[in-house]
């Protein structure tokens, strides 16, 4: 590498002020989840969300374990991450779990407020094999509690929430 890409690589690696705002997600939450799989009442589920900062707070690191239940999902469990992007000026996401064989991967924003973060992705519909468009919405109330709204919409149909996560710190 020449000196200008090792400055470059050294500038790529600071933190700033984004990464601040992952504090904000930092902690054990008691969740609970509404996840709707079509018309009617929600399926309703609870877990625990551990949020740790990772790599020197670059990134925040998710370990969810859901509560045994009788549902489609009876020992539910994802990972993920989120972190800021300084190259491309953005939050990233990536979420997986033992419930599907995919990565869900999103992008977006932080408001100004540091409250309210929209991200974006496009995955594959599991059951048309079509794409689909992705949005998540957390909205940070106080330091003790969170949700996270998860929205669908395939192809030019509307857009349909699915899940809302409502996470309380323990």
Known sequence: MSDCDMEAMAKCAALCAEHEKLKLLEGT???????????????????TMVNTLDLGGRYLAHDYKGDPNEGPFPAFEGKGFFGYNTIDNRFEGLWIDNASTFMMT?????DPSGKKWE???NMTDPGSG??????SVVTIHDDDSHTMEM???SGDGPEVKNMEINYTRA
């Open 119 to 121: 991200m974006l992705g």
């Open 29 to 47: 939450f008691k969740a609970e989840v509404k996840m709707w799989m079509g018309p009617g009442d929600p399926m309703v589920s609870t877990g």
């Open 106 to 110: 999103d992008q977006g924003q932080v």
């Open 151 to 153: 929205f669908f919409q």
């Open 130 to 135: 079509k794409p689909m468009r992705k949005r």
